[in-house]
């Protein structure tokens, strides 16, 4: 379905120092510095899949999917999606896909929602039935029902961008791009988001390009992540996978009335303050029970917890691994 192969990207940035002088200067003899936000990008998705597109800032996230939306042509290789050139087949392209930008809007500012909604079905085509029976859908899927006559500038972030999402699946796409869908919701709105998306992936086999930083999205919705840094692939493969080759590392946090913090091969002391400890439990050499056990020898344990790798600590260490 999604398919880039070799995909390269340069941008052209002027820099100057600050002062009138420097701005009078570089009116004749501008500085540019070219800077490769993709290189030889390549990837496949399929139809159905739900992918998490990862990369800390400047990466190239937001290049790629603007590319694979049509909005940016490469400087070379190749994208189709279904078959079509994003930038050259625009028109064809963008019937099958929705866009939601978590810091732009694609609704208007002072008009109700329902307008924005209203002149969408007019660009997409949409026939009358489908247009109404998709919005009864949404609304009542994503709670906006109540809130769709409201000019959109009074809406809260939440409700905003509930109205977004709702708005790029009016015309049923085959392919859905989110990029920072859930910045700056409240736990309960995304919640919602993530339990929505997750049912039109199973529901409508929707294809879904997401692109956050916050892990427990990802964590939440996809299986697969392809990891970005320095506009070049660094990783694609399972999440799953990826957990359990971090699951040799594990922290236990013990807390005590009384005793002697005595370590044995395999534990490392991270943190210790008033009858409080967390260490780190390498599995390899020690099992998880064994510690409880030597610790439990040595303390009069009052609480005991052992936690995983999570999401977010296994992206920090892909970064420090492939130093972006």
Same mark, same amino acid.
Request: hydrophobic letters at 40%.
């Given at each position: 379905?999604?398919?880039?192969?070799?995909?390269?990207?340069?941008?052209?940035? @002027?820099?100057?120092?600050?002062?009138?002088?420097?701005?009078?200067?570089?009116?004749?003899?501008?500085?540019?510095?070219?800077?490769?936000?993709?290189?030889?990008?390549?990837?496949? !998705?399929?139809?159905?899949?739900?992918?998490?597109?990862?990369?800390?800032?400047?990466?190239?996230?937001?290049?790629?999917?603007?590319?694979?939306?049509?909005?940016?042509?490469?400087?070379?290789?190749?994208? @189709?999606?279904?078959?079509?050139?994003?930038?050259?087949?625009?028109?064809?392209?963008?019937?099958?896909?929705?866009?939601?930008?978590g810091q732009r809007s694609q609704l208007w500012w002072d008009v109700p929602v329902v307008d924005s909604f209203e002149l969408l079905r007019d660009i997409y085509k949409i026939e009358e039935t489908t247009y109404k029976s998709?919005?009864?859908?949404?609304?009542?899927? *994503?709670?906006?029902?109540? !809130? !769709?006559?409201?000019?959109?500038?009074?809406?809260?972030?939440?409700?905003?961008?509930?109205?977004?999402?709702?708005?790029? *699946?009016?015309?049923?796409?085959?392919?859905?791009?989110?990029?920072?869908?859930?910045?700056?919701?409240?736990?309960?709105?995304?919640?919602?988001?993530?339990?929505?998306?997750?049912?039109?992936?199973?529901?409508?086999?929707?294809?879904?390009?997401?692109? @956050?930083?916050?892990?427990?999205?990802?964590?939440?919705?996809?299986?697969?992540?392809?990891?970005?840094?320095?506009?070049?692939?660094? /990783?694609?493969?399972?999440?799953?996978?990826?957990?359990?080759?971090? @699951?040799?590392?594990?922290?236990?946090?013990?807390?005590?009335?009384?005793?002697?913090?005595?370590?044995?091969?395999? /534990?490392?002391? *991270?943190?210790?303050?008033?009858?409080?400890?967390?260490?780190?439990?390498?599995?390899?050499?020690?099992?998880?029970?064994?510690?409880?056990?030597?610790?439990?020898?040595? /303390?009069?344990?009052l609480d005991i917890s052992v936690a995983g790798t999570t999401a977010e600590e296994i992206v920090v260490s892909l970064y420090k691994e492939y130093q972006i």
């Amino acid at each position: 379905m999604i398919e880039l192969q070799n995909v390269c990207k340069t941008f052209k940035v @002027t820099r100057r120092n600050a002062g009138f002088l420097e701005a009078v200067r570089a009116m004749f003899h501008k500085k540019c510095d070219y800077i490769k936000a993709l290189d030889n990008v390549s990837f496949k !998705i399929n139809e159905g899949e739900m992918v998490g597109y990862i990369g800390p800032n400047g990466a190239g996230k937001s290049s790629t999917i603007k590319i694979m939306c049509g909005i940016l042509s490469p400087k070379s290789g190749l994208c @189709t999606i279904n078959g079509l050139i994003p930038w050259k087949d625009r028109i064809r392209h963008v019937r099958d896909i929705g866009v939601v930008f978590g810091q732009r809007s694609q609704l208007w500012w002072d008009v109700p929602v329902v307008d924005s909604f209203e002149l969408l079905r007019d660009i997409y085509k949409i026939e009358e039935t489908t247009y109404k029976s998709n919005l009864n859908k949404l609304s009542t899927l *994503l709670d906006i029902e109540t !809130i !769709i006559k409201t000019p959109v500038r009074q809406l809260s972030l939440g409700q905003r961008m509930r109205c977004e999402i709702a708005a790029s *699946l009016l015309h049923n796409p085959k392919i859905l791009f989110l990029d920072e869908p859930t910045i700056g919701l409240d736990a309960v709105s995304k919640i919602a988001v993530r339990n929505f998306i997750t049912n039109i992936n199973r529901e409508e086999k929707t294809t879904v390009i997401l692109t @956050t930083h916050d892990m427990q999205d990802i964590e939440a919705l996809t299986k697969r992540i392809i990891l970005i840094g320095k506009g070049k692939i660094l /990783l694609d493969g399972d999440l799953g996978t990826l957990k359990k080759q971090y @699951t040799e590392q594990k922290k236990i946090t013990v807390e005590y009335a009384e005793g002697t913090l005595s370590l044995c091969d395999g /534990l490392t002391l *991270l943190e210790s303050i008033h009858g409080r400890a967390i260490i780190a439990l390498d599995t390899n050499k020690i099992s998880v029970s064994n510690a409880i056990a030597e610790l439990s020898r040595n /303390l009069e344990v009052l609480d005991i917890s052992v936690a995983g790798t999570t999401a977010e600590e296994i992206v920090v260490s892909l970064y420090k691994e492939y130093q972006i």
